[in-house]
C-alpha cells in the first residue's frame, strides 16, 4: 500500500486516537488514578498523542512525496449532512499547508503532553487535565483537516471549549475561573463573526449555483475548500450594502481570527488566560491554538485575496496589534504575561504576512513561533516549578547558576525571537517584513521594524533579570499567604527533571534551526517552505533580486541586535536606569504598564453595559415576567380553590349528606329498640287491636 | 246438652288472656310475666277445649288443650331453669333491668 492510499483509507486515524485518548482518561481516568496511579493516564495521553504524530509524519511524507499538481490527499469517512442543496462529508483534506500543521500540533502536543506528565504531577485532576489536552488535540486537529468549513468551525468551537476548560482548570481559584469565562465570552464575540461569514458566503454561493434553475443529481458540498477555491469567483461582482461581497465575509471571517488569534480588539482574553497551567499556555495560547486565524486565512486565500479592502484591514491591524503588544510587554513584571503579550505582538506579524498577500511568510513564521513560543513557555514552566510557583520577575533573577538547561534553552528561543541571524525567528520575521515592504506597506513595514527591536528588547529584559544577577526571592514581601517559606526557598531553586527538560532541548533545537527550511533566495537559499506551500498559495512573482532587501535584513538585524543592546545595558550594566526611566516618565509608565487601561475601558464601554442590561432583563424578569407567571399562578389557585369547594361541599356533600340520613334513621329508630320485652309486647298489642280494629272497621262489622 | 253456653267459655277465655296480658306487661319481676304468659296459654287452651265441645264431634280441641299443658309443663321447666342462669348472671330477675337487646 502506498503512502497515499493509507492516508486516503486510515487518515482519520490521526483525530480518532487523541478522541479515544480524551475518552479513555475523561471517563474512566478518575477509576484508573485512584487505582494504579498517575502513570497509566499520562501513558494513554502521551500515546495517543504519539500515534497522531506518526501518522501526521506519514501524510507529510505522502504529501511531500507526492507529484507536482496532486499534493492534495482527501480522506472521506463519512457523508454527514445531506439535507436538500446543503451537502457536507466528514472528511479530511491533507495538503501542504495542513500536514505543515498537523505536525506542529501533533509534534509540539506530544512533547508537552510529555513535559506535563511532570509538570502536573501530584495535581489531583491529572486525568482530567489529560482528557482535556487529548480533547484540545483532537479539535484542533479536526480544524486544520476539515475539508469544509463546517467541520472546520467544530474544531474552532471546540479548541475554544478546550481552552476554556484548560483556562479555568483550577477553577476553585475565583480568579481563573474568571479567565475562563472571559476567554470563552470575547472568543463567542469573534465566533459570531466568523459563523456570520460562513453563513454569507454559503448563502451567496447557494444563490450563484442553485439560482439559475441548474439541477444537478448530487449537491455539491458547497463549503468544502476544494470547491470553494474552484467557485469563490462566482461571488466576486456581488455587493451587499456597497461594499463587495468578498470583502463583508472576509471582514466577518477576520473578527473570528482576532478572537481566536488575539488581535486588536478581541486580544484582551489572551492575557488573561495565562490562569492556566503553563504547558496549556504553551500549546493553546501560544503555539497552536492561537494560530487558528492565522491558518484559517491561509486556508481561505483564494477569498482573501479577492478583498484588497480586507487585506489591508488585516495587515494594519496585525502591524498595529504587533507594536502595541509589544509596548505592554516591555513592562509586565510576570514571566508568563510578558510572553503573553509577546504572544500577540508576533500574532500580530503573522496577520502583517497574511495582509499583505505573503502567505507562505506567515505561515512560516507560524511554524518557527510555535517552536520557540512553546519553548519560552516551557521554560518559563520549568523556572516556576523550580521557583515553587513563583512567577514575578522581580523575585527572580540569578537563575543561569540553578537551572543551566533551563537557562540555554530560554536563551536560544529568545535569540529566535528577537530575530538574531541565524536563528529561526530571524528568517520568518525578515520574510514578512521584507514583504510588506515590496508590496509597498512601507508604513507597516517601519510598524513591524519598531517591533522588532521592541521584542528583542523585552526579551532581553527577561532574560537579564530572570537568570543574571543576584537571587531576589528573598526580598519578596511575604504578602502572599499560600507560600509563606521564604528561607528554604533559595536552596530550593533547582534544575527540573529530564521530562521537563527534554522537551525544552528538542524545542530549543528547531527554534534554533526551523529557519532554514525557509532561507530566502536572497541569502543563497532555495525558499524550500514557500515552494512546499505552493500548491496552496500559488505562485510568487519571481523574487528578482533587489538590493533592498540586503538593506532591509541589515536594518531589522540592527533593530534587535539595538533592542538586545538596550536591554542588556539597562538591565545589566546600568541596572539603577529603568527605575530612573520610569520616574521621569512616569505617566507613560503607568498607562503602558496597566496596558493602556484597555481592560477598564471595555469594562467601562462593554461589560458595564452588558452588566447593566442583564440587571435590567433580571428585573424584567422578576417583575414582569414573574408578575404574569404569578398572576396566572394566582388564578390558578383561586379556579383551583373554586373547584376543589365544590367538590368538597357539593359532592362531597351529597355522599355525606346521604350516609348521615342513614345514621341519622339509625340512631332514631334505635330508641324504639328499648330492649325491654314488656314494651314488645305493649307494641305488640297496641298494634294487634290496631289491625283487628281496621278489619273489623273495614268489614263493617262488629 | 248444658245450659253452659258457649259464649260464657269465651267470656273467660277472654278474661284469662287479658288478665294475662296484663301480667305480661305491668310485672317487673320475670317470673310473674312467666306467669303472665302461662294465663295465655291456659286462656288459650280453655278456647280449644270450648270450640271443641261446641262445634265438632270428635275430641282433637281437647287433646290440643293436652298438648299445651305438657308444652306449658315443659316450658315452665325452660323457662325456670332460663330464669336460674339469668339470675346467676345478672343478679336480679326485674325485667327492666335486663335491657341487653337494647339496640
Known amino acids: 500500500m502506498s503512502m497515499k492510499t493509507f492516508i486516503e483509507q486510515y487518515g482519520f486515524m490521526i483525530l480518532l486516537s487523541p478522541l479515544l485518548g480524551s475518552a479513555i482518561t475523561g471517563l474512566a481516568g478518575r477509576r484508573i488514578q485512584k487505582k494504579y496511579g498517575a502513570r497509566p493516564i499520562g501513558l494513554i495521553a502521551c500515546g495517543s498523542v504519539l500515534v497522531s504524530f506518526i501518522i501526521a509524519l506519514a501524510a507529510f511524507a505522502a504529501v511531500a512525496g507526492a507529484r507536482e499538481g496532486e499534493k492534495t490527499i482527501i480522506c472521506i469517512v463519512f457523508n454527514w449532512l445531506s439535507v436538500g442543496d446543503l451537502r457536507a462529508d466528514v472528511s479530511f483534506l491533507f495538503d501542504p499547508l495542513s500536514s505543515v500543521m498537523i505536525l506542529i500540533v501533533t509534534g509540539i502536543g506530544f512533547l508537552i503532553h510529555a513535559y506535563s506528565t511532570e509538570y502536573m504531577k501530584g495535581d489531583s485532576g491529572y486525568y482530567r487535565y489529560f482528557s482535556y489536552l487529548n480533547l484540545f488535540i483532537f479539535s484542533m486537529l479536526l480544524l486544520v483537516l476539515g475539508e469544509n468549513l463546517l467541520l472546520m468551525f467544530i474544531g474552532w468551537e471546540g479548541v475554544g471549549l478546550c481552552s476554556y476548560l484548560l483556562i479555568s482548570f483550577w477553577f476553585s481559584e475565583k480568579a481563573n475561573a474568571i479567565a475562563g469565562n472571559k476567554a470563552f465570552i470575547v472568543n463567542r464575540v469573534g465566533d459570531f463573526g466568523f459563523i456570520l461569514g460562513i453563513l454569507a458566503l ?32 462566482l461571488i466576486n461582482n456581488i455587493d451587499i450594502f456597497g461594499v463587495s461581497a468578498a470583502t463583508v465575509i472576509c471582514l466577518c471571517l477576520f473578527v473570528g481570527a482576532t478572537g481566536k488569534s488575539a488581535q486588536i480588539p ?36 483564494f477569498l482573501f485575496s479577492m478583498s484588497g479592502t480586507s487585506l489591508n484591514v488585516i495587515a494594519t491591524i496585525g502591524a498595529a496589534t504587533a507594536l502595541f503588544a509589544a ?6 513584571n510576570d514571566i508568563k504575561k510578558v510572553l503573553a503579550y509577546s504572544t500577540v505582538s508576533q500574532l500580530g506579524y503573522m496577520f502583517l504576512g497574511m495582509g499583505v498577500t505573503a502567505y507562505s511568510s506567515g505561515i512560516f513564521h507560524l511554524v518557527t513561533h510555535a517552536f520557540f513560543k512553546a519553548c519560552l513557555f516551557l521554560c518559563a514552566g520549568s523556572i516556576i516549578l523550580g521557583m515553587h510557583h513563583e512567577q514575578d520577575i522581580r523575585w527572580m533573577g540569578g537563575l543561569k547558576r540553578y537551572m543551566p538547561k533551563t537557562f540555554l534553552t530560554f536563551m536560544i528561543a529568545t535569540l529566535a525571537i528577537s530575530g538574531v541571524p541565524p536563528f529561526s525567528g530571524f528568517f520568518s520575521k525578515d520574510e514578512i517584513l521584507w514583504q510588506a515592504w515590496k508590496t509597498g ?5 517601519l510598524v513591524g521594524f519598531m517591533t522588532t527591536g521592541m521584542t ?9 533579570v530572570t537568570f543574571y544577577g543576584e537571587n531576589r526571592l528573598h526580598l519578596r514581601p511575604s504578602t502572599d499567604d499560600r507560600h509563606d517559606h521564604d528561607d528554604h526557598h533559595r536552596d530550593g531553586v533547582k534544575e527540573s527533571p529530564s521530562s521537563v527538560t527534554m522537551p525544552l532541548v528538542i524545542l530549543a533545537f528547531f527554534s534554533g534551526v526551523a529557519g532554514f527550511i525557509g532561507v530566502p533566495a536572497a541569502l543563497g537559499g532555495g525558499n524550500h517552505f514557500e515552494h512546499f506551500l505552493m500548491p496552496v498559495f500559488g505562485h510568487h512573482a519571481v523574487a528578482h533580486h533587489d538590493p533592498m532587501e540586503y538593506v532591509l535584513m541589515f536594518a531589522s538585524v540592527a533593530a534587535s541586535l539595538g533592542g538586545i543592546g538596550a536591554g542588556v545595558f539597562l538591565y545589566r550594566i546600568r541596572p539603577e ?10 505617566m507613560v509608565h503607568r498607562i503602558v504598564y496597566n496596558k493602556y487601561f484597555v481592560d477598564e475601558i471595555y469594562a467601562f464601554l462593554f461589560v458595564s453595559g452588558t452588566m447593566l442590561m442583564t440587571r435590567v432583563f433580571a428585573s424584567f424578569d422578576r417583575y414582569v415576567i414573574d408578575l404574569f407567571v404569578d398572576l396566572t399562578a394566582h388564578v390558578l389557585r383561586f379556579k383551583s380553590y373554586i373547584s376543589g369547594a365544590i367538590d368538597r361541599v357539593i359532592v362531597d356533600g351529597l355522599v355525606n349528606g346521604v350516609a348521615e340520613s342513614f345514621l341519622f334513621s339509625g340512631s332514631q329508630l334505635r330508641k324504639i329498640q328499648t330492649g325491654r320485652i314488656q314494651a314488645y309486647v305493649m307494641v305488640l298489642l297496641f298494634l294487634v287491636v290496631l289491625g283487628v280494629s281496621l278489619v273489623v272497621i273495614l268489614k263493617g262489622e262488629v | 246438652m248444658g245450659i253452659i ?21 305491668s310485672r317487673k319481676n ?36 293436652i298438648f299445651i299443658i305438657v308444652i306449658a309443663a315443659a316450658e315452665a321447666a325452660i323457662a325456670l331453669a332460663l330464669m336460674l342462669s339469668i339470675y346467676r348472671r345478672f343478679g336480679d330477675i326485674d325485667a327492666d333491668k335486663l335491657d341487653s337487646l337494647k339496640g
Open chain 1, 202 to 233: 454559503y448563502s451567496l454561493l447557494k444563490d450563484k449555483i442553485f439560482g439559475g434553475g441548474l439541477v444537478v443529481p448530487v449537491a455539491p458540498s458547497l463549503l468544502s475548500f476544494r470547491f470553494l477555491a474552484e467557485n469563490v469567483h
Open chain 1, 266 to 301: 478581541l486580544y484582551v482574553w489572551l492575557p488573561d488566560a495565562m490562569a492556566g497551567p503553563t504547558p496549556v499556555s504553551a500549546l493553546i495560547h501560544a503555539a497552536t491554538m492561537v494560530t487558528a486565524g492565522i491558518y484559517m486565512i491561509g486556508r481561505l486565500n
Open chain 1, 327 to 332: 509596548t505592554v510587554g516591555c513592562v509586565q
Open chain 1, 441 to 445: 506597506h512601507q508604513g507597516l513595514w
Open chain 1, 456 to 464: 528583542s528588547f523585552y526579551m532581553t529584559r527577561l532574560v537579564m
Open chain 1, 577 to 586: 536606569l529603568p527605575d530612573i526611566i520610569v520616574s521621569k516618565i512616569k
Open chain 2, 5 to 25: 253456653a258457649i259464649q260464657s267459655y269465651l267470656i273467660i277465655s277472654l278474661f284469662l288472656f287479658l288478665m294475662g296480658i296484663f301480667t305480661t306487661i
Open chain 2, 30 to 65: 320475670i317470673i310473674g310475666i312467666f306467669m303472665g304468659i302461662e294465663l295465655i296459654l291456659n286462656s288459650s287452651a280453655l278456647n280449644f277445649a270450648a270450640f271443641s265441645r261446641f262445634s265438632a264431634h270428635n275430641l282433637e280441641g281437647q287433646l290440643f288443650s
